[in-house]
Each structure stands twice: as structure tokens, then as C-alpha cells.
């Protein structure tokens, strides 16, 4: 088959927009770091999709299988294009991969950093392979800062009111949409000088039935919900609070830390471990293989710029991939945990079995998963 030979499956009722729109909801963009690439690389958003294949990275081996098995969308870890990308000419190395993939009809979606920090995410799925149980984030994300606004409407207007706060972004909590709470009470007031009331008269004192309605909204969005609530309001003057929230921690974040069902030693971990990742070079650790662990922290790929955070978090044990000989000497040197090395593909791999299974799942796609290591260093050699 050639490159040209890929038919897309028109009778497929899922589209490429489809899917990429369900994995921006599980991975969101907004979690990517800001010098990240995510997203759909190629590919046309109204084109169907049958079947995909998942990678961490994309080669041309991977290419090569998606053309062979006919695939309609590839859903990669790394992303293609990132580091001094100025030509997608077909005679560059990555240029040449995307012709092929044009040309075959396959479109390339990325989730990276945001997969990292999503929660079913990269690290989730490392800690579920090798029994890490009770897990949060070792770094966990912020949440974006939020106000809490409290508005005092008369009871006949409240619903105007929230309805204009809710269209400019208010009442958003997590997966939920147009939330408030509410109570009636009383509310009084005198209009006064040059005051023209919608309710009650100059220089009397007015007694109105009120509810107070209470709803967050992200402080970004001040301006506009202020804005929402003055277009809406019948008052003159609005009586409302907006009150600061303190910030808190989200339930996304870098790296996992939990525990495991029952204590092992560092060599039957680490046994275990090069047994469920299937690294291709092995699993390497440091301190006593006698050692007894029993909280463990975890982190995809590469996870050294973690080892202050994870000291501080008092685990036992800490693996992730491409731990390097300086920064791994100086954790020991105060005490740290034991520190495991796994590899970055080896870390990052248990992830294309979330996504596969998540694409099967909620969108019945025939999913496959590239499951030959991606892994640069493909010569090992036992001492």
C-alpha cells in the first residue's frame, strides 16, 4: 500500500473533530505548559474516523503501521513540532513525516503537558501499573483564582440576573455549569437627590422582597460579569459583593504520590517495576535493595526537576525516567528517598492504553496501541 492508497471510512459517524474535541476535554490545553505544542497537529476536523493508533512518539515505523492498518488519526505523547520548527518541507526529517501523513489522510493529534498534568492522566496511568494507590499530585496545579459574588435582586428578577451572569462565565464550577444558590429575605433602602428608582419613591423608605444569589466566576472574568450583572440588574445601583477567594490547590498537577496496597522491599519493586514498563534498558535504583518502601511519588518522563518537591513530601521511594548522575547525587546527598529510574518511554507508555481505552470506550473506535519501544537508545549490553 502507498502512502496515497488510504481511503478515509466515510461510513464512520465519529469525526476528527470529534475526537480531538473529547481529548481536549480529558487532556485541557490550559494545562499545558506555555512553551508546549498540543492539540491537532494535520488533519481535517470534518473528516471521519474509524480507527486510531496510539504512540508516544512518532516515527516513521509508526507512520508506516498507521498507513499499513489504515489508520484515521494518530494520538501521539510528544508533540512532532516543537524546538526550532520553520519548514515542514517533505525533504526534512519531520516535514517528511507529516507529507506522509497528509497525503494518507491520517490526521495528528498531540496531548503532552497536559496529559502530564491532567488527572486521568500520564502519571495516573504509571502509578495504576505498578499499584500506587490513594494518589494526589506531587505538584499540584493551581486553580485559577476565583471570586465569589453575592447579589442582592428583587425576587422577580433574580433569574434575568443569573441567567446574565451565567452567559459571561459565572456559576462555572469544575464539570458543572449555571450553579448558585439562593435565599429570599428583605431588603430595604431610601432613594434620595437626584436617585430614580426603579421601585419605591423619593424620599421614602422602600421595603422589597430580595434574593440574595450567590455564584463564583474566575477573577479574569470581572469585568464581564460585572458588566452582565449591571446590563441585567432593574436597579440603578445593584447592591452586590464580590469577595476574593483564597486559593487552592486542583486536583491536576505534575507527578502522583500514594502508596502501595501493602510494603515491599526496593529490589521487589524495582522487580516489579522493570516487569510491568517493559523498559527496554532496565530499571536502575539506588540505596538498599533490603530497604522496606511503602509511600511511593511518581512522574512520566522526565521527572529530576521534582526531587526537591518530592524530599519534601517524605516518600520512600520516587520513579521516573531520565535521572541524571549530578541531580541524583545531590538528593542523596540530604537524605532524599530512593530514587528509581525507568526510562522515559517506559514511563510515559502506560498512558496509550488510557487513551485507547478511552477512545473505545466513549467513541467505539477500533483503537490500536504502537506498542514497539520508541525508545532512542535501542543497543544495551550487560556488563
Not at 506531587?138 to 452567559?167: C, R
Not at 490547590?249 to 519493586?269: I, K, M, N, Q, W
Not at 524530599?311 to 548522575?325: E, K, M, N, S
Amino acid at each position: 500500500m502507498t502512502d496515497d492508497d488510504h481511503t478515509p471510512r466515510v461510513s464512520s459517524t465519529t469525526s476528527v473533530g470529534t475526537v480531538t474535541d473529547l481529548l481536549d476535554a480529558v487532556y485541557p490545553p490550559s494545562l499545558a505548559e506555555s512553551w508546549d505544542s498540543v492539540g491537532l497537529v494535520c488533519g481535517d476536523r470534518t473528516e471521519p474516523v474509524g480507527r486510531a493508533l496510539i504512540c508516544v512518539d512518532v516515527t516513521d515505523a509508526v507512520v508506516d503501521a498507521a498507513i499499513a492498518t489504515d489508520v484515521d488519526i494518530v494520538v501521539a505523547h510528544h508533540p512532532l513540532l516543537l524546538r526550532g520548527v520553520d519548514t515542514v518541507a517533505a525533504n526534512t526529517a519531520k516535514g517528511r513525516v507529516l507529507h506522509r501523513l497528509i497525503r494518507s489522510h491520517t490526521a495528528l493529534f498531540t496531548a503532552h503537558t497536559n496529559a502530564d498534568s491532567a488527572r486521568p492522566g500520564v502519571s495516573d496511568a504509571l502509578a495504576e501499573v505498578l499499584g500506587v494507590i490513594d494518589t494526589s499530585p506531587v505538584d499540584p496545579a493551581p486553580m485559577p483564582p476565583m471570586d465569589k459574588w453575592v447579589v442582592m435582586v428583587p425576587e422577580g428578577s433574580a433569574e434575568q440576573v443569573s441567567e446574565a451572569m451565567f452567559a459571561a462565565g459565572a456559576g462555572a464550577i469544575g464539570e458543572y455549569r449555571d450553579c448558585a444558590w439562593s435565599v429570599v429575605g428583605v431588603g430595604q433602602f431610601e432613594a434620595r437627590g437626584a436617585a430614580n428608582p426603579t421601585i419605591g419613591s423619593l424620599g421614602e423608605r422602600t421595603h422589597v422582597d430580595e434574593a440574595r444569589v450567590e455564584m463564583v466566576a474566575e477573577r479574569r472574568l470581572r469585568r464581564s460579569v460585572l458588566g452582565a450583572l449591571r446590563a441585567a440588574h432593574p436597579y440603578e445601583e445593584p447592591a452586590f459583593d464580590i469577595l476574593a477567594e483564597a486559593p487552592i490547590d486542583a486536583d491536576a498537577g505534575l507527578g502522583r504520590v500514594g502508596r502501595l496496597a501493602a510494603p515491599s522491599t526496593v529490589g521487589r519493586f524495582v522487580t516489579r517495576a522493570a516487569g510491568a514498563l517493559r523498559s527496554p534498558w532496565g530499571v536502575r535504583a539506588t540505596g538498599d535493595p533490603d530497604r522496606v518502601v511503602e509511600t511511593i511519588a511518581v512522574c512520566g518522563g522526565a521527572g529530576d526537576s521534582l526531587l526537591d518537591t518530592v524530599r519534601g513530601l517524605g516518600v520512600d521511594l520516587y520513579l521516573t525516567g531520565d535521572l541524571r548522575h549530578h541531580p541524583v547525587d545531590e538528593a542523596l546527598r540530604v537524605g532524599g528517598p530512593v530514587l528509581v529510574d525507568a526510562g522515559h518511554w517506559a514511563t510515559e507508555f502506560p498512558w496509550c492504553t488510557q487513551v485507547a481505552e478511552l477512545l473505545s470506550a466513549e467513541l467505539a473506535l477500533d483503537v490500536e496501541v504502537f506498542a514497539t519501544p520508541t525508545d532512542p537508545f535501542t543497543v544495551h549490553a550487560d556488563c
